[in-house]
């Protein structure tokens, strides 16, 4: 599919008016072993028909043969070759933006000096009106050293940035909280931690992103002990909501009684331990885990889960995830006739779907519909809407099986840009919290603007 590409360029191209050209160049692309994505008609005269055409490669060595054969299409002659998704973030995604417009001396007098002095002073005397009288009750930090960004590893904070202001992005748009980018210039754990809890008084949660394992399960343990706001590694749980509702729809898809199924995790790094203990409380079942890491083996070890392997766990598990970052590691002879398969590495699987379903599988899937933007905007929106202390694994649980309930037959998981499903998942969350005593506020639903 054309979104599975890595390079997407928009190129535009002025075509004779003749039939047959559009039609020859796209037989061009598809020759070159490029995808097309929109096509978007930009001027036409009589004589000639000017297009904006997204294409998709998977290196700059296709990408160029892709080029080469557009400008030799008879007809077509290439005018500019854009990068939309550089331009995009030119300047960067997000800012922070006043509610109100200075427009009088009346107006500053109230939201600086002196009228200001007041709420100040109100919220000295009680520190719980910082919730009603600032932006503390809709900020959450989103906060990464940089250290294991989607599949590049680690790039530092610096090159996570685009990332950071993506999931901004993500939380405003879906739910209407203010993400705040926090880069850390330390890899040391403890650093990152004093430094989190020094910040923390301006959020009303902290989302851990792109934090390298096994840092990131201390760093989370710890955090979450010494704050009274909650804080989530969204790699490891916001990964794991999503793809456990994936997993639950994929049963039901397969026929198959997911709270009776042998399951198994293939990767135990943050996303897979998660991964495996959340199955563990969905079904009351230990999940087999396999990895390479004898330490992540015996980190699954003790949170319930069975030491196994690649070979062991393909041989008896009804459900295989994997989450191992290794391509192609699940051959072919390996797959079950009846298994369910999600291979959820990106941007490549470890087995491709179409492979795994031919092999026998009742049902596959890959990571490029589980996409973890399905939890953490709702999440933290009803975690902030109910004021909690902290957030509990049932909350993520109610989550997952609002996502399960929301997924149209079909489909694998919701669409991702539905902002019903956002606001059911922070109903969900925030009346688990109203139900376990975590909450401080009554619940009121997030309603736009």
């Known amino acids: 599919m054309a979104w599975d590409r890595k ?26 072993g490029g995808s097309v994505g929109s096509i978007e008609l930009l001027t036409e005269t009589s004589q000639t028909v000017m297009r904006d055409i997204t294409v998709y490669a998977e290196d700059t060595e296709q990408l160029e043969r892709i080029l080469l054969a557009i400008g030799n299409n008879e007809g077509t002659r290439i005018l500019e070759v854009l990068d939309r998704v550089l331009e995009l973030h030119q300047k960067g995604k997000i800012a922070i933006r006043s509610r ?35 932006s503390i009750s809709h900020m959450v930090a989103i906060v990464t050293d940089g ?137 009351g079942n230990p999940v087999y885990g396999a990895d390479l890491s004898p330490e992540a083996l015996d980190r699954f070890e003790n949170r319930g889960g069975i030491k ?46 179409e492979v795994a379903l031919k092999h026998g599988a009742a049902f596959a899937g890959d990571g490029k519909s589980v996409n973890n933007v399905l939890g953490f905007p709702g999440i933290f929106r009803g975690l902030v809407d109910s004021n909690a202390s902290r957030i509990s694994h049932e909350m993520l649980v109610a989550a997952a099986k609002v996502l399960v ?13 539905d902002k019903k499903v956002h606001r059911a998942v922070a109903r969900a969350v925030a009346e688990m919290a109203i139900k376990q005593g975590i909450a401080r506020a009554e619940y009121v639903p997030y309603v736009e603007d």
């Open 100 to 134: 109100y417009p200075i427009d009088s001396l009346t107006t500053l007098r109230r939201v600086y000096t002196p009228g200001v002095a007041e709420v100040c002073r109100r919220i000295a005397e009680d520190p719980s009106q910082a919730r009603l009288y600032t």
């Open 308 to 353: 196994s392997d690649l070979k062991a766990i393909m041989e008896t598990c009804d459900i295989v995830v994997a989450t191992t970052g290794a391509p192609n590691l699940i051959k072919p002879e390996m797959v079950r006739k009846g298994q369910v398969i999600l291979a959820l590495s990106n941007p490549n699987p470890e087995i491709d779907p």
């Open 147 to 283: 250290t294991a960004v989607l599949g590049l590893g680690d790039i530092g904070p610096l090159a996570a940035m685009p990332v950071m202001e993506g999931k901004a992005m993500l939380m405003e748009t879906l739910v209407g909280l203010s993400g705040i980018p926090i880069l850390l210039n330390t890899k040391d754990t403890e650093e990152i931690i004093q430094t989190v809890a020094a910040i923390a008084p301006t959020f009303a949660a902290i989302q851990l992103e792109d934090i390298s394992a096994p840092r990131c399960f201390e760093i989370e343990e710890r955090l979450q002990a010494m704050l009274d706001i909650p804080v989530m590694h969204d790699d490891q749980h916001g990964t794991a909501v999503v793809s456990s509702a994936a997993v639950m729809v994929a049963a039901r898809e397969a026929g198959m009684d997911f709270s009776k199924a042998v399951i198994g995790q293939i990767g135990l790094g943050a996303a897979g331990q998660a991964i495996g203990q959340m199955m563990m409380r969905l079904t």
């Open 7 to 32: 390079l997407m360029r928009t190129v535009r191209v002025r075509n004779s008016q003749k039939m047959g050209v559009l039609a020859k160049l796209l037989t061009a692309v598809a020759e070159a």
């Open 405 to 417: 309930e929301m997924t149209p037959p079909g489909e694998l998981v919701p669409h991702p840009l």
